[in-house]
């Protein structure tokens, strides 16, 4: 145990400058070129790919489970000793209903509130995951 402790602790230490650098260039700006791939990154984006996939797998297993126990609490609130599935409220200000009621009122807070909160997106290229690629 102590040794699954220590490992995953060397893991995290190594990922959290990595980690933060990525976080760093999210918000930035890309430069209008494309970078070319090492060996090293080829492979990291394989290796990333058969992972998403093995998640996306999970995932379906994952809701799959839940969605067994769900059907068997019901209506009910939960199951002893197996989950709770209770209701939480959501409360969401409805944009579209405020700028028709109230268009005046809309344009006047979109204009002092509205602000640009971009961010880069991470789209993963689609890779061949046979052996012999």
């Known amino acids: ?8 602790m060397a893991f995290v230490a190594e990922c959290q400058p990595l980690v933060a650098a990525a976080e760093k260039l ?3 700006k890309p430069a209008n070129t494309v970078a070319e791939p090492t060996q090293v990154i080829k492979q990291v984006h394989r290796e990333l790919s058969m992972v998403r996939r093995e998640r996306l797998l999970l995932g379906q ?3 799959f489970l839940e969605s067994k126990i769900q059907v068997a609490i019901g209506q009910n609130r939960g199951m002893a ?3 709770s599935w209770d209701w939480v409220d959501n409360w969401q200000f409805d944009v579209t209903a405020f700028k028709d009621e109230e268009p005046e009122e809309y344009a006047r807070l979109n ?10 997106r991470f789209i993963l290229e689609k890779v061949a995951l046979t052996k012999g690629q």
């Open 111 to 120: 204009k002092v509130y509205n602000r640009n909160c971009g961010t880069r």
């Open 1 to 8: 145990m102590d040794r699954a402790f220590d490992e995953a």
């Open 26 to 28: 999210r918000g930035q």
């Open 81 to 83: 000793g197996i989950a």
């Open 61 to 63: 297993r994952i809701e």
